[in-house]
């Protein structure tokens, strides 16, 4: 670890070239956000696909149903593109309230 003088004459460690140690704290704190990151992305991408059957589902038991305003295309589309996300975003907040009892 290079040091040097202050203008009080103490030693101050370099800032520039952080020690072997901190380097790896630093690897450890990255890998672990990637990590996270990761299982977010991949626990939606599994939401996203429940969410998408579910609504499909229910859409096509709608029409079957009778429901006249499902027959339209872009209604149908509109619900099938909008609600799995809207899903996945009350899912993530229902995730979120759950944790702070864990905490």
């Not at 626990?43 to 149903?65: F, H, Q």
């Not at 899912?91 to 979120?96: A, F, G, K």
Request: hydrophobic content about 50%.
């Amino acid at each position: 670890m290079s040091s040097s003088l202050d203008t009080t004459g103490s030693k101050q460690a370099n800032q520039d070239h952080p020690t072997p140690q901190e380097s790896n704290w630093r690897a450890l704190a990255v890998f672990g956000g990637c990590l996270t990151t990761l299982g977010s992305a991949l626990i939606s991408c599994v939401l996203l696909v429940i969410n998408g059957a579910l609504v499909l589902a229910t859409i096509t038991a709608s029409t079957a149903a009778g429901a006249v305003w499902l027959e339209q295309i872009n209604v149908a589309q509109f619900l099938l593109f909008t609600l799995p996300v809207a899903l996945l975003v009350i899912e993530w907040m229902m995730i979120d309230y759950v944790r702070q009892f864990w905490r």
